[in-house]
């Protein structure tokens, strides 16, 4: 009797595997019987509800769950810990591959898995976007840049998900192959079998049926930098322009506070954690994502997958996806007047909403994650 090899996912917390990693472990259960490990109580992006029934999703699979304390801090002393116990799960299981995500999980398990690879166990990092880039901060470059590039010599595979953070690493850093994959992919058929109320929709949001529709999906935290939208809608003195926020974080009350205290707290729909934003895109008129940093964002892609025009930041993994003046806009993303400008010059122009959303359409089939998840296949039997 076959004995099935065994695999290991890590990611810093659960929120990610449920967001990101599925894919990827649908393959592996192929070949592998699958563990898992990451921070299922704190530090998430979704609600604990939606934690918990993840947890039953991935026991009736047969898939194993280790709890590990990872922080998204990186100087917690609780990483510490985190990362003796996954040390020891590692030493434990005799796993044959390793596939760490996000880059507390990724340190970690490099370090622990160093000694591994020496008897043949595989390490492979995906990089949902590295933390240094063109704009970042000093910073960044002197902490992540240096951490990254170290670790990448205990790495027999980085992925990498955007073109520049592919150029330089296959430049600059000695992981033995480096691999560009266009992230996890987008279910196109997932979009094109929705049938909805649009009207109904949006009165179950308290938004009137005749509004203007500015959408975003994202957690609320600095880096998905919403509140430069909300100011610039404050400059608009358009009462027809409502802004919906899809998501939870730190930033709730901060933005609600924001909201009313600019006056258009009527206008501004912070929403939380949702299961319908699949809805949601169908009665939206405009998709905005202002963002400081991603890697190639996965609600950008399902907005473009909805035939949706976008404003965006001019920022990596964006400029991929958004052709200028094609699919949309790209402005500076600290910039109010940018995001207005552009924001009141598609209320304005329907064609054009019409035209860059169906070119949206098109361009998004090179994403479909049938394609990407053949490259993942690839990958996984690279030796």
């Known amino acids: 009797m076959n004995v099935k090899r065994k695999a290991l996912v890590v990611t810093t917390v659960a929120s990610t595997i449920d967001q990101f990693c599925m894919n990827d472990i649908s393959l592996l259960l192929e070949d592998y019987n699958v563990q898992v490990a990451a921070n299922f109580t704190r530090g998430n992006n979704t609600s604990k509800e939606r934690i918990n029934e993840f947890e039953n999703e991935l026991s009736n699979k047969n898939i194993v769950i280790n709890e590990i304390e990872f922080d998204r801090n990186p100087l917690s002393k609780g990483n510490l810990t985190a990362y003796k116990k996954l040390k020891k799960i590692m030493y434990l299981n005799e796993f044959d591959l390793i596939h760490c995500h996000t880059p507390i999980a990724a340190m970690f398990t490099r370090l622990a898995a160093k000694e591994l690879r020496k008897n043949g166990v595989r390490v492979i990092y995906t990089a949902h976007g590295l ?48 691999e560009y994959i266009p992230g996890v992919g987008i279910d196109l058929k997932k979009f094109n079998t929705i049938e909805i109320d649009i009207d109904l929709k949006r009165s179950e949001l308290c938004l009137p049926k005749d509004a203007f529709v500015v959408l975003s999906v994202g957690e609320l935290n600095k880096n998905k930098n919403h509140e430069v939208v909300i100011k610039a809608i404050a400059k608009m003195n358009n009462l027809d322009i409502h802004y919906v926020i899809c998501g ?10 924001l909201s009313i205290k600019l006056g258009i707290e009527n206008r501004v729909h912070l929403v939380g954690f949702r299961k319908d934003i699949p809805q949601i895109y169908k009665i939206s008129d405009l998709f905005v994502l202002p963002s400081l940093r991603e890697g190639l964002s996965v609600a950008l892609m399902e907005a473009m997958a909805n035939g949706l025009p976008v404003v965006c930041s001019k ?30 010059l598609m209320f304005k122009d329907r064609n054009e909403r019409i035209s860059m959303g169906n070119y949206n359409l098109n ?10 998840l053949e490259q993942l296949r690839r990958v996984y039997l690279i030796k």
């Not at 990448?152 to 520049?164: G, S």
């Not at 939870?248 to 506070?257: F, P, T």
């Open 131 to 178: 933390h240094f880039y063109k704009g970042a901060p000093l910073l960044n470059w002197l902490v992540y840049y240096t951490v990254e590039k170290w670790l990448a010599r205990y790495t027999d595979i980085l992925i990498t998900i955007n073109k520049e953070d592919y150029e330089r690493a296959k430049n600059r850093f000695k992981a033995k192959r480096v």
């Open 248 to 257: 939870q974080g730190q930033l709730n009350e901060y933005l609600c506070d």
């Open 315 to 344: 920022i990596r993994g964006n400029t991929d996806l958004i052709d200028l003046e094609m699919g949309g806009y790209l402005v500076n993303a600290k910039s109010q007047i940018e995001f207005k400008d552009k924001i009141e």
């Open 363 to 372: 361009k998004i089939k090179d994403y479909d994650e049938v394609k990407t």
